[in-house]
């Protein structure tokens, strides 16, 4: 999908330097977005056993 | 993406990963605790000790401190201590500031011959370190409310900062601020925060609590920026980065809870000893490679 896309902006590329681009964006963003997601799940995770804990305290400890 | 056995370190296997999860849960403390992204403490450790090359611990933890950071930020976000118009603005200057820092590396590198280049870059770690001890503990007898430099700077236009309470803060010091801080952490490979956490202690003029938040949210996109520089060298190992962080998303929490609980004084001091910390550190390694060549 991405690759005539690269085609149209970048011509005169072959089909193999256009994938290549592709692969090389891909695999840049995913140091990004793997990192950026986990760290945003983890967080969530977090905040999920933080508020299930709160709510199964003793209401007498809530007080 | 590159497998486990081409990392070439001390360790393989899973004793390489359970060393990077155990350091990922140490420097994670780091950074909730001090609004740090850790690379200033990791990078050493995992060359000198762990045997990674070089290249690849710049890439790598510029990555791990994305995921790190931003779960910091979410952390400390919650409990309002980022300023997101100073986060903003200091990172329009950190950004093209890395890339300068990236480029000047490169011309370090090559100008210079190996032994001397690694001098270099291990002087001007020490020296960034115990300038950060000494910024930081400088400032243990400050009030949170007193006024930083960058509000007495007469260079307009001046900005006022809602969410950090401050106002009249100078926008291009502000933007000078980040640029600096670019420049120092694209030339070292780190984040930056360890220089910046106190910057904006002294030069702005934030909380400790605010300036811990805000520095970490800066880290962030600096860090962004500074990774999409390395991995397109192919510089980073996606395994270390998510060994790294599994012990850091555990870490940071601990670190950010801590951080709520401490007295501002308190923190200062502690964050000075771990920079001061980190300069012996690098400056062992430094006599070492003097008297080795």
Known sequence: LCAPAVCTIVSGWTAEQESKVVLKLLEIASYIVVPLAWGLAADLIFRQILRWRYANRDPEQQK | ?293
């Open chain 2, 1 to 293: 993406m590159m497998p486990l056995d081409q990392i070439e370190a001390f360790l393989s296997g899973p004793y390489l990963v359970a060393v990077l999860v155990a350091l990922g849960l140490g420097v994670g403390v780091l950074t909730g605790l001090f609004g740090v992204g850790g690379a200033f403490l990791l990078n050493p450790i995992l060359i000198v000790a762990v045997g990674i090359k070089e290249p690849l611990v710049i890439g790598s933890s510029l990555s791990f401190t994305i995921g790190a950071a931003a779960t910091g930020v979410a952390r400390h976000m919650r409990s309002r201590n980022v300023d997101l118009q100073s986060m903003v603005i200091i990172a329009a200057g950190a950004i093209p500031g890395a890339v300068l820092g990236a480029d000047m590396l490169g011309w370090l590198q090559q100008g210079l011959s190996p032994t001397i280049f690694k001098v270099v870059i291990r002087a001007l770690y020490c020296a960034i370190l115990v300038l950060t001890a000494w910024l930081v503990a400088r400032e243990s007898n400050r009030k949170d409310a007193d006024r930083g430099l960058l509000q007495h700077l007469p260079l307009p236009p001046h900005v006022d900062l809602k969410g950090a309470g401050l106002t009249g803060v100078s926008l291009p010091g502000l933007l000078l601020v980040g640029l600096v801080i670019g420049a120092v952490a694209g030339t070292l490979g780190i984040g930056g925060g360890v220089l910046l956490m106190p910057l904006l202690l002294v030069v702005v003029g934030m909380t400790t609590h605010k300036a811990i938040g805000t520095s970490l949210g800066v880290v962030l996109l600096s860090s962004i920026a500074g990774t999409a520089k390395h991995g397109l060298k192919g510089n980073v190992s996606l395994i270390i980065v998510l060994a790294m962080l599994v012990g850091s998303s555990i870490g940071v929490q601990i670190g950010a809870a801590i951080c709520e609980r401490l007295h501002a004084r308190k923190l200062r001091r502690y964050f000075a000893a771990v920079a001061l910390l980190t300069a012996v550190m690098t400056a062992a390694d430094l006599a070492g490679i003097l008297i080795r060549d």
